[in-house]
DNA sequence: GAGTTTGAAACT
DNA sequence: CAGTTTCAAACTC
């Protein structure tokens, strides 16, 4: 639609622009700030999101266009392949659009928001750079945000195109453009969604940046996400080729969006001077665009119904091509919950991380609700991301990867289960080290209440961090899975109400759901209230109540090996067991029921843990019966108890895995601290249980290559950061943990060496801050 | 399914 | 911090 009337404008703008030129509003405006044009580049960056306004943005448009091309052009070379011829064109467009905005904003100084659109677009190029790039610069990103006029989708944009056409629009009725752009999304969906999509996005942007700042959260944690994405971009590319091919009316913005990618734009860029324009558009491209087609896409796709999300964040191609670029963006935020979103029409939970969550509301607000905040009021259930969401997440990243999209799911909402603990605090610097847990999971409610849990990939390149090995986020995700059943089980509660740890349910995080048969249950999202203040409670006696139980890390497989060999799979019991009768050979002893070996920390006596005995000594020898249970007991090893426990799970996860999906808990940011450490833990359960479940007998027996590797690995290196991310946490852990005694206690083996293993194997360790850990590791 | 055992969680 | 009680899962029959 816009197309025609943008050419004419296009056609127009030289001659507009030498008239505003030449007008003396012009010329008085360019003596106001002469400056402006550098200004609005370091603006990008120096501003905050409402300081865009300055008179700077009116011109900077080409400059900054250009600038921002240099930029970029480093960068942007791999997602360049997909090719569109469109590109040059839109780009043409584009920048005639700009210089008409441009020319607009002159006359009429007066309207920020193209203002800030524009701005944004310089600045979301700048940004979108960082996205592109690898954390480290996504924390650049909430600078840039800052500067934006603040949406992330203005980001998303591609720097000249989607600020023109949100300047456009918004030149018009600003605020009507976009109603009148949705009206036109439901009744021209196929070309024009796109270009709705932008728009609302500009809207968003603008109002978000008007409401709050967690853009800056939100930016950093979704340029983590976008770091995963960046693989899936190739798909993404092609999807957008695809739609140019497809739909021969390209919405305008998905021409833009697209343009970034394609190589005919590189040599219009070069040609340009700017061949860095091009790429930077590439990697802006992918980590803007992606956020800003993850809003659109998100808007889109909840009208979309087929979209289908990998596991690792990539959306299924099904939906049009479009659609799909944008929604892969999405997907890097929403992952798996986007997986399904046809299922997350509403985004109202506030998922940990305030981006994801923010970006969900936006898309979702554009389709259907719009919640104001990222902490969404909406949110109510809890349904940010908690530790123990962790372990929702894992099951149902396992799920979806493993199952198609309607499985895949189930593992994060199907029936609507709920994990309550949602810590995650986008504010929170823990959030970062953190990340898997509370990143991991974006929990979206839906309409109907069902909450989808996201992955964001923050969580795999947290843990990556962390983890040398967990490159890719399904080892994390099999970790999840192995360690605590909790997600899938069920309660039997009758006396505590379901809100206290007896409830596993509650010690996971998660809320009953139908198939417990618990009686007073209080732990329903009904509830809510209750549970959190109960969580908080229990939370001050112990910081590590809801951590996960059972750590496990490939690190400490690598790192420990040789204490390894004491446990052989490497995990271990945080706390550590207390078992006098059972051996340590039965599911009474939680270190055997996790799958894991006793360590130093466990009081048992008498123990004969299959999985690796408290003494030292007995490790030594253990290892040989542990190499032997590792081998092929896994599966004969435990023989009995493991196979017995496998089956059950197995059986109870393979059914309840579908109904396993609980609504999460969301615990309040007070809980932050906690919360951390309690995430990995339900996570880890959780993902255990489920993954057990599935995987159980892989586990023991399948696991083959050991648990380690597969199972242990995953959940260890998510809980060792978690508590490390805990950070802080570790050591306050200690202290407040009632349970300190069981945890603090290094033992020669663990403590001895490295402070670092230690804190890992050790957990609750003082440990030098987390974060320091997780940097030096990488 | 009922009863027993077990050990964690909670309480004192 | 240690001891006791409570609780619900795990287990047995």
Partial sequence: MDTPDRDKNHNNTPSSLSKFEDSPVFRYISSLSPIEPVKSIHTGHVFNSLTLASPSTLFPSPQIGSYKESRFSV?????????????????????????????????????????????????????????NEELDLAIELPKTLKYDCGSPDSKLLPSDEAPEDAGVEVAGPQGSSADYHKDKMKE????????????????????EEVEGYDWMKMVSDAADLLNFNSPITGEHSEGQNQKTADSGTLSYISTLLQLPQDPTNEFENVEDGCPGGFCKQSEMGEPVADQMQAILSSSILDNDPSLKVDDKGETCSQFSSEQRSIRRRCLVFEIAGSHKRKQLQECSSPTSQGSEFKVCNTEKNSVSTKTGNSHSPTVPRGIGLHLNSLANSSKCGKLVENETPTSGKQSISLSGS??????????????????PSSINMNVVPHSSETMVIEESPQMSTAFVSNEADCTSPRKKRHKLEHEESASCKRCNCKRSKCLKLYCECFAAGLYCIEPCSCRDCFNRPIHENIVLDTRKQIESRNPLAFAPKVIRSADLDADFEGESNKTPASARHKRGCNCKKSSCLKKYCECFQGGVGCSLSCRCEGCKNTFGRKDGADVAESEEEFDSCENNATEINSSDNAIKM????????????????????????????????????AVASSSQLCITGKLG??????????????????????????????????????????????????????????????????????????????????
Avoid at 652 to 672: C, T, V
């Fill in 75 to 131: 960068r942007r070379p791999q997602f360049l392949e997909g090719s569109s011829s469109d590109l040059p064109q839109s780009e043409s467009e584009n920048k005639t659009a700009e210089g008409d905005l441009d020319v607009v904003k002159q006359s009429d100084p007066l309207e920020k928001q193209l203002e800030c659109i524009t701005n944004e677009g310089s600045v979301r190029e700048a940004t979108s750079e960082p996205h």
């Fill in 188 to 207: 021209r969906q196929t070309s024009f969604e796109s270009e709705i999509n932008l728009r609302k996005v500009c809207h968003v942007k603008q109002n």
């Fill in 418 to 435: 709920l994990m309550w603990s949602s810590f995650r605090t986008a504010e929170n610097p823990l959030n970062k080290s953190l990340p």
């Fill in 646 to 681: 496998n089956d059950q799970e197995c059986s109870d996860l393979s059914k309840p895995s579908s109904e396993i999906d609980r609504p999460l808990i969301q615990q309040p940011f007070a809980y932050i601290g906690k919360p951390q450490g309690s995430l990995p833990c």
């Fill in 697 to 778: 007998i892989s586990k023991f027996s399948s696991g083959q290559t050991r648990f380690k590797t597969s199972l242990q690995a995953i959940p260890e290196g998510e809980t060792p950061e978690v508590l490390k991310s805990d950070c802080s946490s570790p050591g306050q852990v200690k202290a407040t943990s009632p349970n300190s005694k069981r945890i603090s206690p290094p033992h020669h083996e663990f403590g001895s060496s490295t402070s670092w293993r230690g804190g890992r194997k050790l957990i609750l360790r003082s440990i030098p801050p987390f974060p320091s850990l997780s940097s030096a590791e990488k």
